[in-house]
Antibody, heavy 115, light 106 residues
Framework: QVQLQESGPGLVKPSETLSLTCAVS?????????WGWVRQAPGKGLEWIGN???????NYNPSLKSRVTISIDTSKNQFSLKLSSVTAADTAVYYCERGRNMDVWGKGTTVTVSS | EIVLTQSPATLSLSPGERATLSCRASQSVSNFLAWHQQKPGQAPRLLIS???KRASGIPARFSGSGSGTDFTLTISSLEPEDFAVYYC?????????FGGGTKVEI
């Protein structure tokens, strides 16, 4: 059974960089699939942030592209999200997911941007 | 980017009733469309992929149909646990996009 688990700071200061990690169990990242991130602001819908193929190809939402970096660590079977220059508008629940059709989701982690 | 428009925004129904949710794409997505269910305080979960294929473990009362620009998610007979928000999502092209969601409430 494939499971994803997000981790990272729950509070980030404005202008700093948000960093999250998604640990994957039950499946080897090196075996395939895109691995990505989706966020949901309080009371809002889902917003795709971006993803990365196991081989290294990345795709980002144009609205966030200048601030986003997604990377994969196959040795630890995990992938990460960095979002720079955060503002209050980046406060959200962040989910990691697998695949273009998002067939597996993590439980999500809440990130608040506040001083 | 491809815009997905879901209707209605809210669907008020009772257990046992049939629910019909719509998702319309601004351009053809062929059958590269998924439906996700999200219950309060929980992560979304995949219900339907490829417009009509139920994901593993999804009950048969959930069915998807459509191709191109018009899609439908049908819940044949609502169970109490089906009251949630449903999102369609296209994966034919970048950026991946979601519809705004349909809330199915009692």
């Amino acid at each position: 059974q494939v499971q994803l688990q997000e981790s990272g700071p729950g509070l980030v200061k404005p202008s700093e960089t948000l960093s999250l990690t998604c640990a994957v169990s039950g499946f080897s990242i090196s075996s395939g699939y895109f691995w990505g991130w989706v966020r949901q602001a309080p009371g809002k819908g889902l917003e795709w942030i971006g993803n990365m193929l196991h081989s290294g190809t990345t795709n980002y939402n144009p609205s966030l592209k200048s601030r986003v970096t997604i990377s994969i660590d196959t040795s630890k079977n995990q992938f990460s999200l960095k979002l720079s220059s955060v503002t209050a508008a980046d406060t959200a629940v962040y989910y990691c997911e697998r695949g273009r059709n998002m067939d597996v989701w993590g439980k999500g982690t809440t990130v608040t941007v506040s001083s | 980017e491809i815009v997905l428009t879901q209707s209605p925004a809210t669907l008020s129904l009772s257990p046992g009733e049939r629910a019909t949710l719509s998702c319309r794409a601004s351009q053809s997505v062929s059958n590269f469309l998924a439906w996700h269910q999200q219950k309060p305080g929980q992560a979304p979960r995949l219900l339907i992929s490829d417009a009509s294929k139920r994901a593993s473990g999804i009950p048969a009362r959930f069915s998807g149909s459509g191709s191109g620009t018009d899609f439908t998610l049908t819940i044949s007979s609502l169970e109490p646990e089906d009251f949630a928000v449903y999102y369609c999502q296209q994966w034919i092209t970048w950026p991946l996009t979601f519809g705004g969601g349909t809330k199915v409430e009692i």
